[in-house]
């Protein structure tokens, strides 16, 4: 179960992410901020990276393997730069649980393009993440 773990701490990080966010993007561009995160970010990764020493592994790299971490890369600015550009002009309250969205449709597309089988608690934690971000932003 350490991946529980790893997945409340993601969680938590991720909360700052939306604070700390906020308050730093006040009279910036956001995609300005998101490039400067993103560089703090990759020194950080690399610091990490240099410091267990797994460099090498690259070398084992296949092409399915880098085509799919590239896309996942890809995927991943994009959802950074619309989310700062969402927390600069919205209510981080409403921001982030609509990102949280993304809980459902992981599940979703993990069905169909992982072969995941569905169980009734991903059908039902899926319905409910979107009805809680449904309570979260619709209801006053």
């Given at each position: 179960?350490?991946?529980?773990?790893?997945?409340?701490?993601?969680?938590?990080?991720?909360?700052?992410?939306?604070?700390?966010?906020?308050?730093?993007?006040?009279?910036?561009?956001?995609?300005?901020?998101?490039?400067?995160?993103?560089?703090?970010?990759?020194?950080?990764?690399?610091?990490?990276?240099?410091?267990?020493?797994?460099?090498?592994?690259?070398?084992?790299?296949?092409?399915?393997?880098?085509?799919?971490?590239?896309?996942?890369?890809?995927?991943?600015?994009?959802?950074?730069?619309?989310?700062?550009?969402?927390?600069?002009?919205?209510?981080?309250?409403?921001?982030?649980?609509?990102?949280?969205?993304?809980?459902a449709l992981t599940i979703i597309l993990a069905f169909i393009f992982l072969g995941e089988?569905?169980?009734?608690?991903?059908?039902?934690?899926?319905?409910?993440?979107?009805?809680?971000?449904?309570?979260?932003?619709?209801?006053?």
């Amino acid at each position: 179960m350490n991946w529980v773990i790893y997945a409340i701490l993601s969680a938590f990080f991720a909360s700052l992410v939306a604070i700390f966010g906020k308050i730093g993007i006040q009279g910036v561009s956001s995609n300005l901020a998101v490039a400067v995160r993103t560089v703090v970010i990759v020194v950080f990764a690399w610091a990490i990276v240099l410091a267990e020493g797994v460099i090498p592994q690259l070398k084992t790299w296949s092409k399915h393997t880098w085509t799919f971490i590239i896309l996942s890369a890809i995927a991943t600015g994009l959802s950074w730069l619309f989310y700062y550009k969402a927390l600069q002009i919205g209510q981080a309250s409403k921001v982030a649980p609509i990102d949280k969205l993304s809980v459902a449709l992981t599940i979703i597309l993990a069905f169909i393009f992982l072969g995941e089988k569905p169980t009734p608690g991903n059908l039902i934690g899926g319905g409910l993440v979107v009805a809680g971000v449904m309570v979260a932003v619709f209801v006053k």
